[in-house]
């Protein structure tokens, strides 16, 4: 599985609001954050990427990420969580389990102008988006943990992105 960029997550964020993102219903297994909202829109074929079927279903909530990612940490047994740095205009925060087989993303981005925040408050972008995953098969521990090392060792990242890329075959 490749590593996404900023760029990606941004465009990925604004699928989500729009309601276009890869959306299906097969995290079921994870429980619904108190209060969140589903997403309208829920696309509902799987994606392809590095080997592995990743599905999600969409929520929103007017929570932080911070906390809706500590909710989610206190009920995945050995979670781990993952900051996601890439861009200073979001904050992106990945709960995975141990084994890699499911993971919830919290993301909520930040406008600096007026416009652009009124803009985002009206397609729903003022709220943070949680996505619930999972990936068939699942990305497995060592993965996981590489991941884990090139979000919170940014002097390593380039060099661990580069590892979880070569894992992956060209697609």
Not at 56 to 74: E, L, N, Q, R
Request: net charge neutral.
């Amino acid at each position: 599985m490749r590593i996404p960029n900023h760029h990606e997550l941004l465009a990925t964020a604004v699928a989500i609001a729009l309601g276009m993102a890869p959306l299906v219903a097969s995290a079921d297994d994870l429980p619904i954050y108190p209060g969140a909202t589903k997403a309208s829109h829920q696309i509902t074929q799987p994606v392809m990427d590095c080997g592995h079927k990743i599905s999600a279903v969409g929520y929103y909530t007017k929570d932080s990420p911070a906390k809706a990612a500590a909710w989610y940490k206190s009920r995945i047994p050995g979670a781990m969580l993952i900051r996601h740095n890439s861009d200073p205009n979001q904050i992106s925060i990945e709960v995975i389990d141990p084994d890699g087989a499911r993971a919830v993303v919290a993301l909520r981005m930040h406008f600096a102008n007026a416009k652009l925040q009124a803009s985002a408050a009206s397609i729903g972008m003022d709220k943070t988006s949680l996505g619930l995953e999972r990936f068939d098969p699942p990305l497995g521990h060592a993965y996981v943990e590489l991941m884990q090392e090139g979000e919170s060792n940014p002097a390593a990242a380039n060099a661990v992105r580069a590892k979880l890329a070569s894992t992956c075959a060209k697609e």
